[in-house]
């Protein structure tokens, strides 16, 4: 199983960036997938999830209404639109995959819920 996470970058305050996640090796469509950020000397923090069928998505606090999370399953992708950017917002992003049926938010803020990691790919943002 391989999760390429790609589409980070340098962008300035209130810009925009689309990251991308491309699962190989997986029944892409049976997974919850979710995205991670981490910055140096401190825990992965949950950014957003979505379910395997892609009606339901779920948010950090701190980024709902600025980020958006899809799915493509035909494609095995996933994506993060990032709108609004901050510089807290700098970190490096990674997706996961989850191959719990969650009923519940916390399922999907959960990291030891989810099985398969990328290596992530690093946001910043600075003017």
């Known amino acids: 199983v391989q999760l390429q996470a790609f589409g980070g970058g340098l962008v300035q305050p209130g810009g925009s960036l689309r990251l991308s996640c491309a699962a190989t090796?997986?029944?892409?469509?049976?997974?919850?997938m979710g995205w991670f950020r981490q910055t140096p000397g401190k825990e992965r923090e949950f950014v957003a999830a979505?379910?395997?069928?892609?009606?339901?998505?779920y948010y950090a606090d701190s980024v709902k209404v600025r980020f958006a999370i899809s799915r493509d399953n035909a494609k095995n992708s996933v994506y993060l639109q990032m709108n609004s950017l901050k510089p807290d917002d700098t970190a490096v992003y990674s997706c996961?995959?989850?191959?719990?049926?969650?009923?519940?938010?916390?399922?999907?803020?959960?990291?030891?819920?989810?099985?398969?990691w990328g290596q992530g790919t690093q946001v910043t943002v600075s003017s």
């Open positions: 979505i379910t395997w069928s892609g009606d339901s998505t």
């Open positions: 090796g997986l029944s892409f469509s049976n997974y919850a």
């Open positions: 996961a995959a989850n191959p719990r049926y969650c009923t519940d938010h916390g399922c999907y803020e959960a990291t030891h819920e989810y099985l398969y």
